[in-house]
Structures are given as structure tokens and as C-alpha cells.
């Protein structure tokens, strides 16, 4: 049902494209109920639209953009379409302040905001309509962030900055918060088309809106795409250190590799990716359903390839994998399915009542390069969550706002997976593996309260105080409480100063191993933060806002000789104390034709303390070496810009500058001197320079229903391929990929 190895996909996009044509031709009528309710706000000045009442994004009870609490970042589906990005990955790093992209060789691609980034994706949420959508056995984040259809999003908030008090265990570091087009946001029938050259991609896209009545309606998309990516010329993977290989090659630092790897970005295992969004809404009620698959290839890591000491491999194993080509391409997939259903209860004009019940499913499969051989590193699994959820929104008077609620979640561990895993490969599912326990299937409950106050003190004050306490059997309570006070002095200016404690359990898998080997309850990651915000509408055309912030966080990470009693297993687990601080500067133009975004973040580690006997991968500060980040760039600058020529024709560009990496140097070094049989050349700098990523569009209009656009991507790697690299973060010696310099072509028809 959810799962074809053949799956035919030309065959079947050409079908789709052809009977959509025909329906174009047919039905041209259909053409006069597109539309969208929120081409208004377009009209808007900055001003205008601060002031705007919004669903509680930072919050639980209602507010206007401006006095959100909260650092956060509003990428329209406009903005989205300009920036021409090829994944939610790639849009979030273009639009959101101060967050970063990183690659890892043994899992998906990180992202990470302020210097929290790990080797997981377990620091951040990720919701579609309020819905969390986070794995959590295994992994985090994974579903919906690869993808290259963006057509059934309306827009994307992304809290920047702790939000567990809002949305729970796990709103560490952001929160990224899809908002899908539905009947009252788009209306007709409209199909698009992608192609990418360089980075080869092909998607299709097909929405459908539909009122029923001036409160409700229909909706329903279906997105397509087949991602083969960039092949090693243009997209070449780098070493950090000279190795010697199974085959008793040289590798040198700095150099292209001569092994075959896999395209750059490419799908794993190449199958096509599929996003599906079905929406009835009438009035108070919804109900919606969502399917995505996905997933990506990693590159080999130098470890995999090398002999000992250089690496994991002996002479012996020349007998199962005589070539490079014998390997298996390591990577992961996902497949999710999620059903929602909500119901607005109107009490009276000062109290509503939201309730919502939703099922998620979620498969995960990870392969590594020796999978014939290693089944402990392949992992398979599926786990489905019941979630119910409750919260009261009371309006007292015109001082107090006060919202209450509770949440129920019943998550089920280690059930049969509906298509995964591969059968050409030797996997395990996780809670079978050596070192994750034998426990075939277990289940686990998480309770949860929380509660906001929004005391409105004066004409220019506001506070709000909030907290949120989550409960299950394997930890203790969870208690992220939350204050915010507001500082308004004029229409133009607005103070926020935030003081919070966010807190996250760690994986399921890593909480079941513990409780089965030493009946122990698992530690909680904790972070208390403090952040100051000052915004200032300087005029109609010009708004800009800086942040500073500090934070004190108990970290979870990875390390390879974690153990409970007397058994070493490898996983996550408690490795120290991290404080943290930095300063955000955000500016926004917007007059006439000519829209301009501008933000620079820098962030700087204050001190590590590292836990006694772990292995830590995220700085070698506590052990001499540097005073820096291993795994960011202390300094990143973004600019995003668009440019209407006519009504028929704009020009877009943007640019992401990652100013260098210092603390990878610093731990490059420390590894190399203290317990790496990895050698470099002295002076090899050339992973912690500058990363410059430059995209450049041009979109055409020709008339109201049919939009054209161009898209250049990681231009500046025609000067040179440096400008355009990625690190390997988690790795300890630097290596990186660059990105392909590309181009794509896109059609979309509103009918």
C-alpha cells in the first residue's frame, strides 16, 4: 500500500501531465474560481502588517505579530516561490537567521540554530497545522525535510529559540511550524512542473481547492518528484586527511576522491518521493490527511574505507568487497502517514474550547556501506503515536488572556513496518540490535499540562507567563516553564526580554536500553535561556530588530563508550554542559517594487564543561584546543532580495555566507595530535575557510494564470568549488561536499 520498489514513475507522470492538460483545454471555465483569500495582506505595509491578530505561533493565547515573544521567522508561500530553493533544507537556510546546514556521513543532513546542532535531529520540532511530526525512536526530524514540493504550503514559522513551554519536550533550540494551504486559502485547480539540470530532479505537483460554504471547503494536492542529483565532477566529495584504503591506495587531504560515490542529494535507494495533503474544514471542524516518503544517500565516510588503523576494514574483508563498487550505498529512508481531526468549540465570546485527535505512523530504514556484513548498523523500524489534545482559550477581560490544556500521547514501539525494510539488505530492527536491547515491542504514555497567562498591564506592558510539565514512565517530570515581558513604548518599538527553561527527553531507544539493562529512568536534556529582542518599525518601508541572547545547556549527544552498569553500548547520552551566546541583527525593506532581507548571526561558545570519561563531538575547548564550535560557523550572513521589473517580469537573488569554521580546525587538530592515526599537511586550511552559496532567479507572468520561472543555484562555485562546500560535522577531520553550480526550470497553471 504505502511502499513499491518498481514504482514506474515516468510513466506515471506522463500520464498525470497529459490528462491534466486535457482538463486544462476541456474545462477553461475552471479558471474563473481560482483565487485566494489572503492576496490582501499582500497590499499591506510592514506596519500594517505587524499590527495583523495571528494564530498563537510563540504562544497559547492570541496576539499580534508584533508581540509575539518570541524571535520568529514568517516565510510566505511568495517568498517561497522566489527563493527557488529544492528543499525544505535549502529554504530554511536561505530565510532563517542564524540557522545552519551541515552533512553527516552516517546520517540525513543536520540543521541547527544558535550552536545547537548534534548528530540527530533531536533538538527542534518540526509541526504541519499543529501537528508534531517528529520520529521519535531513532532519529528527530526527518520526514518533509528533503522534499522538493512546496505547492501545499501556505507559510512557515519558525520559532528561533527555545519553545518547549509552548510545544513541549523536544523545542530545545526552534520550532518549525508548517501552515498548509486549505479551501479558504486557495480555491481552483492548479498544476506545476519542476525540472533540475546539473542537480537532476523532476516533480509534479497538483492542488485542488473547493468552498462549500463561506466557512469550509475541500482541498487535496499530490506531489511527485524523482531526485537523481549531482554527480561527483560537478558535486566532488573532499578528504580532510590522508588515509591509506582496503585496496592499498593513498588518499590525500584536499584531494577529489577516485572511488565512485553517490550523486550528491540523490534519493535513497532512487526512489521517488511522494507527498500527499487531503482537507475537509467546515467552520470549527477539520480534518486532514498526509502522506510523505522520502529520504537521501550519504556519501562514504574515509572510516569505512580504510584499513585499520586508518579505519574499520582489514585485509580479510578484500574477499566480500573486492572494489569500491561491492559496498552498498549507505543512506535512510522514511515513510509517514498522519490523520488529523479538530473541533473548535465557541462557549461563548470570551471562551473557546479546541480539541484535536490524531494517529501518526512513522517507518524509518537506515543502511550503512557494509550493510551485507553489519547489521548492527542497519536499522529498521515503524512506531504509531495516538495523540490527544485539549486547550481552553479564555478571554477574562481586556487586561487577561489565559489559556489551559492538556495532551495524552500513546506511542507503540517496534511494530511490522508496511514496506520497509529493503530485503537486499541484512537489517535489524533497532530494539533488536546488539547494543539497543531485545525487546521485540513496548509502548510508553506521556501526560501533559500547560498553561499561559497574557496580562496586558498598561497601554505600553505586557507579560506573559507560561509553563508546561510532560510526564512518562521512563523519565522524571518535565518542566518547562516560560516569562516574557513586553515593552511597547510607541506604535514603531517594541522590547522583549524572555527568560525560559526548555527540557527533552532522549530517544526512545536509548530510554527503553537503559530501563531493560539497569532499570533506571533516562536523564533529560536541559536548557535555560535568556533572550532580548528590540524591533523597530523605523518607518512604513523599514523594519529591523536585534537579538541577544545566552544560554546555559545540559547536553545529549552521541558517545561511543556510553554504558549503563557494566555494559558500553554506544549512544546518546549526558556528555556536558554547554554555555553559549550571540547576537542576531534582522532587516527588512519592502517599497515598491524592491523587497530586501538582510540578517547576520554570530554565536560564541563561553565554556564547555565536559562529563568524566565521554567522548564528546562537539568541542575541543575542554580539552586545550580552541574556544569554539566544532560543528558551526561562529559568523553567517544572509541576503535575500526580489525585484518586479513589470507586472509580467521579476528578478529574485539570494546569498548565504558562512564566514568560517573555526572550532572544526581546533578539533581537527585536537584529534589529529591526541588519538587519530589520520595525518595532514601542515597548513591545510581549506575546509575552514568561507562557504558563499549565491542563487539568482527570474520568473515570468505572462498572464494571471500562468507563471514561468529560471533558477540559477550555487553560482559561485563557476569561480571555484570551495565557495560552494558543506562540512561533515561529527567526524573530527573536515572533509566536505560541494554543491553543483545548477539550473531549473519551472511551470505552474492556475485554471
Request: proline letters at 4%.
Amino acid at each position: 500500500m504505502f511502499y513499491s520498489e518498481k514504482f514506474p514513475v515516468k510513466g506515471h507522470v506522463a500520464f498525470v501531465i497529459l490528462v491534466w492538460f486535457f482538463l486544462l483545454l476541456l474545462f477553461p471555465s475552471l479558471a474563473k474560481a481560482q483565487g485566494d483569500i489572503n492576496d490582501d495582506l499582500l497590499e499591506m505595509s510592514l506596519e500594517e502588517l505587524m499590527a495583523v491578530e495571528i494564530e498563537p505561533t510563540a504562544t497559547l493565547t492570541p496576539t499580534s505579530r508584533r508581540m509575539q515573544p518570541s524571535a520568529v521567522t514568517t516565510i510566505t508561500k511568495e517568498e517561497i516561490q522566489a527563493s527557488g530553493a529544492r528543499s525544505l533544507n535549502e529554504l530554511l537556510d536561505i530565510y532563517v537567521p542564524n540557522l545552519q546546514m551541515i552533512l553527516h556521513h552516517w546520517e540525513s543532513r543536520h540543521l541547527g540554530m544558535r550552536g545547537i546542532i548534534n548528530d540527530r535531529e533531536e533538538k527542534y520540532l518540526l509541526l504541519v497545522n499543529g501537528r508534531v511530526m517528529n520520529e521519535r525512536s531513532h532519529y528527530g526530524v526527518l520526514s518533509e525535510r528533503d522534499l522538493s514540493m512546496f505547492g501545499d504550503i501556505h507559510h512557515i514559522d519558525v520559532i528561533r529559540g527555545p519553545g518547549s513551554a509552548i510545544y513541549g519536550a523536544g523545542a530545545v533550540s526552534m520550532v518549525i511550524s508548517i501552515t498548509t494551504l486549505n479551501a479558504l486559502t486557495f480555491e481552483g485547480l492548479e498544476v506545476s512542473h519542476r525540472t533540475g539540470a546539473v542537480e537532476e530532479f523532476y516533480n509534479l505537483e497538483l492542488k485542488y481547492g473547493k468552498r462549500t460554504s463561506d466557512e469550509g471547503g475541500f482541498f487535496a494536492y499530490f506531489g511527485i518528484d524523482e531526485y537523481k542529483g549531482a554527480d561527483q565532477d560537478d558535486a566532488p566529495f573532499v578528504l580532510g586527511a590522508d588515509f591509506n584504503d582496503l585496496w592499498g591506495r593513498r588518499q590525500e587531504a584536499g584531494e577529489e576522491v577516485d572511488y565512485k560515490i553517490n550523486d550528491y542529494r540523490e534519493a535513497y535507494r532512487g526512489l521517488s518521493r511522494i507527498k500527499t495533503h487531503l482537507e475537509y474544514t467546515d467552520g470549527p471542524f477539520e480534518v486532514w490527511a498526509r502522506y510523505t516518503r522520502g529520504g537521501e544517500n550519504y556519501t562514504f565516510a574515509q572510516d569505512n574505507l580504510g584499513t585499520t588503523p586508518h579505519g574499520w576494514m582489514s585485509g580479510a574483508d578484500l574477499g566480500t568487497y573486492p572494489t569500491y563498487n561491492h559496498f552498498y550505498q549507505p543512506g535512510s529512508g522514511y515513510q509517514q502517514f498522519t490523520l488529523f481531526g479538530g473541533y473548535k468549540q465557541e462557549i461563548s465570546d470570551a471562551v473557546t474550547i479546541d480539541y484535536s485527535l490524531s494517529y501518526d505512523l512513522f517507518d524509518f530504514e537506515r543502511a550503512s556501506f557494509n550493510s551485507k556484513k553489519n547489521a548492527q548498523w542497519n536499522l529498521s523500524h515503524r512506531e504509531d503515536e495516538y495523540l490527544f489534545r485539549s486547550l481552553l482559550n479564555w478571554e477574562i477581560d481586556d487586561k487577561h488572556s489565559l489559556a489551559f490544556g492538556g495532551e495524552w500521547s500513546h506511542e507503540i514501539f517496534g511494530l511490522d513496518s508496511l514496506g520497509f525494510p529493503h530485503d537486499d539488505v541484512m537489517l535489524a530492527p533497532f530494539e533488536r540490535a546488539p547494543f539497543f536491547g531485545d525487546t521485540p515491542r513496548w509502548a510508553r504514555d506521556t501526560y501533559s499540562l500547560m498553561g499561559e497567562e497574557q496580562w496586558r498591564l498598561s497601554d505600553e506592558w505586557t507579560a506573559f507567563v507560561g509553563a508546561r510539565v510532560d510526564k512518562t514512565r521512563l523519565t522524571d517530570y518535565l518542566f518547562s516553564p516560560r516569562l516574557s515581558l513586553m515593552f511597547a513604548p510607541n506604535a514603531q518599538q517594541t522590547w522583549k526580554v524572555t527568560g525560559a527553561r526548555s527540557q527533552r527527553m532522549t530517544f526512545a531507544e536509548q530510554m527503553q536500553h537503559r530501563w531493560e539493562l539497569a532499570g533506571e529512568e533516562s536523564d533529560s536534556e536541559e536548557m535555560d535561556s535568556v533572550e532580548l529582542r528590540y524591533e523597530h518599525q523605523l518607518s512604513p518601508d523599514l523594519w529591523y530588530a536585534v537579538t541577544g541572547f545566552y544560554f546555559d545547556l545540559d547536553v545529549i549527544a552521541w558517545d561511543a563508550g556510553a554504558s549503563y552498569g557494566q555494559t558500553t553500548y554506544g549512544g546518546t547520552t549526558n556528555v556536558g554542559d554547554s554555555q553559549q551566546y550571540g547576537l542576531e541583527l534582522e532587516v527588512r525593506y519592502q517599497k515598491g517594487a524592491l523587497s530586501v532581507l538582510g540578517s547576520h548571526g554570530f554565536t560564541k561558545l563561553l565554556d564547555f564543561n565536559n562529563n568524566q570519561g565521554v567522548t564528546n563531538i562537539l568541542s575541543s575547548e575542554p580539552f586545550g584546543y580552541g574556544d569554539d564550535l566544532a560543528n558551526w560557523s561562529n559568523h553567517i550572513t544572509k541576503v535575500v532580495g526580489t525585484y518586479r521589473i513589470t507586472e509580467q517580469w521579476n528578478v529574485s537573488g539570494n546569498t548565504r555566507i558562512y564566514w568560517g569554521f573555526p572550532g572544526a580546525k581546533s578539533y581537527a587538530k585536537y584529534v589529529t595530535d591526541s588519538r587519530s592515526p589520520y595525518s595532514r599537511e601542515p597548513g591545510y586550511d581549506d575546509p575552514y575557510g568561507p562557504s558563499v552559496f549565491v542563487g539568482l532567479g527570474v520568473q515570468y507572468q505572462p498572464e494571471e494564470s500562468l507563471t514561468l520561472r529560471l533558477d540559477g543555484h550555487d553560482l559561485l562555485g563557476l569561480v571555484d568549488k570551495k565557495y560552494n562546500k558543506t562540512l561533515y560535522g561529527f567526524n573530527s577531520y573536515a572533509d566536505y561536499r560541494s554543491s553543483a553550480p545548477a539550473v531549473s526550470f519551472s511551470l505552474s497553471y492556475k485554471f
